[in-house]
């Protein structure tokens, strides 16, 4: 029998989810528990992690599951990897549902780059207005440059204090739109916006709004996760369930 790991905490993860309920998989929903209210699913949910790639193949044999489904973050690297190692350990069959990163067009003024701290010596000397938009789990590499006023926009609102001296939070889930983005960024006269290429519609909205206010973007490319299989659309992801050696 087909029993699904569906490791969450995307828009892609919630279509699967609602794809899998409606077929009657048997299938367990995972969050990693990083905010406080994440969206509902119309799967049976765990939140919180594994213990690591040990922790995960336990599981895995624990609650018999067969194949696991990566549908998390294209930037939780981590637990990704842990997915292809603790899958390898375990004889459990393993596809991440990922989508494409964001490509640059017409007008876009992007400036590359392979990490967080290369996004951080990016940003000018200068004391600028920094729309940084990759969520609140690498805030501390960028005290470095505490001469900038940096906009943050969380979906949650933060319980300790910022390790940013000079910081507005907008408390505000998406997915958004690009007339928002722009109003957003006017409202608080940036200059910069530091981006993860994170791909999708539902945080896109920040670079056509930089685009149209001709903004420097300074995009941060994924970082390296091992070889895996790699499917595009819930359709695929449904036909590898259903045909895995495919």
């Known amino acids: 029998m087909t029993r699904i790991l569906l490791l969450g905490g995307t828009t892609e993860a919630s279509a699967l989810a609602n794809m899998l309920a409606e077929t009657g998989a048997d299938a367990v929903f995972s969050y990693a528990g990083r905010t406080a209210k994440p969206v509902s699913q ?7 992690g594994f213990g690591g790639v040990e922790g995960l193949a336990e599981y895995l ?11 998390t973050h294209p930037f939780a690297a981590q637990m990704s990897t842990n997915a292809v190692h603790a899958c390898a350990a375990a004889g ?3 596809c991440t549902f990922e989508r494409p990163a964001w490509q640059a067009g017409e007008g876009d003024q992007w400036l590359h780059v ?13 004391a600028a207005r920094v729309f940084l938009a990759i969520g609140k789990q690498n805030l501390t590499q960028f005290a470095v440059k505490p001469q900038h006023h940096y906009l943050l926009r969380l979906v949650d609102a933060p319980e300790a204090p910022l390790p940013l001296p000079h910081t507005t939070v907008e408390i505000a889930r ?21 981006a993860k290429n994170a791909g999708g519609a539902g945080a896109a909205a920040k670079l056509t709004a930089a685009r149209t206010l001709g903004l420097p973007v300074i995009m ?5 996760v091992p070889a895996r299989p790699i499917k595009g659309s819930v359709a695929e992801v449904m036909a590898w369930l259903s045909h895995p050696a495919a």
């Open 92 to 94: 459990v069959a393993l």
């Open 174 to 194: 998406g997915p958004f739109d690009a007339a928002g983005d722009t109003a957003l960024m006017q409202r608080h006269g940036i200059t910069h916006v530091v």
């Open 220 to 224: 941060i490319g994924r970082p390296d």
């Open 42 to 48: 119309p799967l049976p949910t765990r939140v919180g």
């Open 114 to 126: 392979d990490s967080i701290d290369a996004a951080v010596n990016a940003l000018p000397d200068a």
């Open 61 to 71: 044999r624990t609650e018999s599951i067969t194949h696991v489904v990566d549908a």
